[in-house]
T-cell receptor
Framework: ETGVTQTPRHLVMGMTNKKSLKCEQHLGHNAMYWYKQSAKKPLELMFVYSLEERVENNSVPSRFSPECPNSSHLFLHLHTLQPEDSALYLC?????????????FGPGTRLTVT | GQNIDQPTEMTATEGAIVQINCTYQTSGFNGLFWYQQHAGEAPTFLSYNVLDGLEEKGRFSSFLSRSKGYSYLLLKELQMKDSASYLCAVRDSNYQLIWGAGTKLIIKP
């Protein structure tokens, strides 16, 4: 139990569906992240929020839309996804975005796009 | 481009010692992290190195050589529960974390 929770744990959706992933951290951290993890590939950073402001968006397609209503919650809204978007989506948080702050990860949402 | 290299998979025997290497080419360096990830679970933090040398934490140690762009994670007295993927990540000059693809470690009795 890392103090970061994610729901749902598993999600199957069609290409025309709209769904949202939720992340919540109970650690009092100020930064939150969305990552995509595909088999045998490095973690891909998608979005970073620091103090509820988006500070990084690594050329992620617009079919992924993040939302950070407060420092404890992070959402990833999904619409018109492609089969290649099937992956494990990990949320993480850290005290800050500086060099020594380790990130605490949630268990991930396993997404399958059919 | 920026790159982190780690072996894809390693096998070791219970009770033995294993060293997992990580080499990196990044634009600047602001620290190196090792994480452990069991199958189907979240990555968990193991160690952080920013200065050259060895950091020891119980059965796990991590080494860094900034001049060589090289780190290793040393696991001693291996246990079956150490079977997992080990991820190396480097923070670059923009403080962005660059991740390796991970090394899957298989422990055999």
């Amino acid at each position: 139990e890392t103090g970061v929770t994610q729901t749902p744990r598993h999600l199957v959706m069609g290409m025309t569906n709209k769904k949202s992933l939720k992340c919540e951290q109970h650690l009092g951290h100020n930064a939150m992240y969305w990552y995509k993890q595909s088999a045998k590939k490095p973690l891909e950073l998608m979005f970073v929020y620091s103090l509820e402001e988006r500070v990084e968006n690594n050329s992620v397609p617009s079919r992924f839309s993040p939302e950070c209503p407060n420092s404890s919650h992070l959402f990833l809204h999904l619409h018109t996804l492609q089969p290649e978007d099937s992956a494990l989506y990990l949320c993480a948080s850290s005290l800050g975005t500086g060099e020594a702050y380790e990130q605490y990860f949630g268990p991930g949402t396993r997404l399958t796009v059919t | 481009g920026q790159n982190i290299d780690q072996p894809t998979e390693m096998t070791a025997t219970e009770g033995a010692i294993v060293q997992i290497n990580c080499t990196y080419q990044t634009s600047g360096f602001n620290g190196l992290f090792w994480y452990q990830q069991h199958a189907g679970e979240a990555p968990t933090f193991l160690s952080y190195n920013v200065l050259d040398g060895l950091e020891e934490k119980g059965r796990f140690s991590s080494f860094l050589s900034r001049s060589k762009g090289y780190s290793y994670l040393l696991l001693k007295e291996l246990q079956m529960k150490d079977s997992a993927s080990y991820l190396c990540a480097v923070r670059d000059s923009n403080y962005q974390l660059i991740w390796g693809a991970g090394t899957k470690l298989i422990i055999k009795p």
